[in-house]
């Protein structure tokens, strides 16, 4: 069957042109879901978020045959984000960010890379693989958000938390987070590490710098048990993930004054915790630290996501075999990185798995993907959802 070679890159350049700064979705979810109801999706707009911040999500969902018991039907679902992060100084790019350019081989544009191309590629993967297969076996599906490069407050942990409420049962989903490296298809990753943060406020007693034993410096009272806990082994890791990171990224304390001893240190920290750890067991052990230690303090946790894995199984292997079929690679599992909306999802779906573009730009000024990433790429997710449908069908 022949393919349009350059209906992906259309789309994307489509989608570059909307100026999609988070949490603004500026019609890429329209444009999408238009092409998706010709297709017989069902489109449904998810909206959330206060007034001065609303967020725009996008759940879409075509049946599998009606030859098939559609409720026995495993779904697939690709889900992504259509927001961007800000430009950045203007004067700084080569080309206009939201006038998709071309230059040295290379599609030059804010979101090129993270992620309108991964989300172009899912819409013209699953026209081909419609085309050619128009009763498929497999329930198909996007979860789409203007809120991953924000707060994610009103992103995808919205949606799925109504698809939870509903009953709606996902079995596999593809992420469209650019995870190559060199070129497309050489990384995926198979799970991420959780992510907790905590603001720890030790108390002291302020006073004058020249009379100490009238005052309690909160500054020399936490650096041991800083000391101690920069040295804690927290897990070993394990074959997928590595050791748990404890890392402090803020302090502070002091008046400004020269002469004054504070009256309390404020000190930001984060884990990143593999699945060896759990949020209750980290924080149990760092409260035994400060509390060896005596500290008066007072220790507020915010959990931003947690870890989550997929282990090799249909989804991994229908993925790989697809990476090796088109790009003759074999792909590298990895969890490194920081988080993603693939947090929410594996929460209601048991195998996620993220695959997109080269991420060497992401975020940066002249921001790009290369043209000969786009094409294999779209094919990657179509040959997905072709060994997906053939396994469903047998």
């Not at 350049?13 to 909307?18: F, K, N, R, T």
């Not at 989903?173 to 060199?182: K, M, R």
């Amino acid at each position: 069957m022949q393919y349009d070679t350059h209906a992906t890159l259309q789309l994307t350049e489509q989608l570059l042109s909307l100026a999609s700064v988070t949490p603004q979705d500026a019609g890429c979810q329209a444009l999408i879901a238009q092409r998706l109801q010709v297709l017989g999706f069902v489109c449904e707009p998810i909206e959330s978020g206060p007034a001065d911040f609303r967020v725009t999500n996008l759940w879409a969902k075509r049946q599998a045959s009606a030859a098939q018991d559609s409720a026995a039907a495993k779904t697939l679902v690709f889900a992504g984000h259509t927001d961007v992060v800000p430009t950045g100084p203007l004067a700084q790019w080569d080309s206009a960010p939201f006038s998709p350019s071309h230059r040295e081989g290379k599609l030059f544009g804010r979101g090129a890379s993270d992620m309108k191309t991964s989300l172009a590629a899912f819409v013209v993967a699953i026209e081909e693989f419609l085309a050619h297969t128009p009763e498929p076996a497999l329930n198909i599906a996007l979860l789409l958000t203007s809120d991953e490069e924000g707060p994610a407050l009103d992103g995808t942990v919205v949606v799925c938390n109504t698809l939870k409420a509903r009953g709606e049962v996902l079995d596999y989903c593809i992420v469209g987070e650019p995870t190559s490296v060199e070129r497309t298809g050489d990384m995926i990753k198979n799970g991420r590490r959780g992510t907790m943060s905590g603001k720890l406020t030790v108390k002291g007693v302020q006073g004058h710098i020249a009379y100490p034993h009238m005052a309690d410096n909160p500054i020399h009272r936490a650096a041991p048990a800083l000391a101690e806990l920069v040295g804690v082994r927290w897990d070993e890791g394990n074959a997928y993930f590595p050791p748990t990171s404890w890392q402090v990224s803020n302090m502070h304390g002091g008046t400004g004054a020269s002469n004054v001893i504070p009256g309390e240190v404020v000190i930001d920290f984060n884990f990143r915790f593999s699945t060896e750890s759990t949020p209750d067991s980290l924080q149990s052990r760092l409260a035994a630290v400060l509390d060896k230690h005596g500290l008066r303090y007072d220790l507020v946790w915010t959990i931003g996501g947690l870890p989550f894995l997929t282990q090799p199984g249909t989804l991994v292997d229908a993925v790989r075999d697809a990476i090796r079929d088109e790009t003759g690679l074999e792909t590298q599992l990895s969890t490194t990185g920081g988080t993603s909306d693939g947090r929410f999802l594996a929460q209601i779906c048991p195998q996620v798995i993220e695959l997109g573009p080269p991420n060497a730009t992401i975020h940066k000024i002249n921001e790009y993907v290369a043209l000969a990433d786009i094409e294999p790429l779209k094919n990657i997710y179509r040959r997905v959802l072709e060994r997906l449908h053939t396994q469903a069908a047998a």
